[in-house]
């Protein structure tokens, strides 16, 4: 992974956690029965998903590293990483439209407005990941690695 890569990938989560902390104070307090306390519903809310992010991002470039049998371009290298952050941008994308909409006091035109923002965002995360996806070469570690299935 280069530089440049590595530093796109803490920028996005660092922006995330900053969101997530500025967010913070306004989030509202969560409904909760007698006697119940729910002390860790708000960060939470603030943190789980950058905290996803860096996981994502962890565990995908282990996954890189450690691939026995993965081609050594550089071209297959940055369609992996191009995968990767459109994942990082669609959680992104996610963390702000819940924070958007949990600090706009559950408007209902904000979460409504929200509601349909986030599978259009799905949307275009698998139509962008669907089409990264030709540039990859079949893995044979990947389904039955039969000469038959390999034919087609």
């Known amino acids: 992974m280069s530089a440049n890569t590595r530093l ?49 991002v962890v565990f ?11 081609d050594r371009d550089a071209h297959t290298e940055a369609t992996y990483h191009a995968v990767i952050r459109t994942v990082v941008l669609f959680l992104l994308g996610l963390h702000i439209a819940v924070l958007f909409a949990l600090t706009s006091r559950l408007r209902p035109d904000v979460v409504r407005a929200v509601a349909h923002a986030v599978p259009v965002m799905f949307g275009l995360t698998l139509i962008i990941i669907g089409n990264l996806l030709p540039r990859f070469r079949p893995k044979l570690l990947i389904g039955i690695p039969t000469s038959r299935a390999l034919r087609w």
């Open 8 to 56: 796109g990938y803490i920028a996005a989560i660092a922006i995330a956690y900053l969101i997530g902390l500025a967010a913070y104070p306004r989030l509202p307090e969560p409904f909760c029965e007698n006697g119940c306390t729910m002390a860790v519903a708000r960060p939470l809310i603030a943190f789980a998903l950058p905290s996803a992010i860096a996981i994502v």
């Open 60 to 70: 995908l470039s282990m996954l890189w590293n450690r691939d026995p049998i993965r």
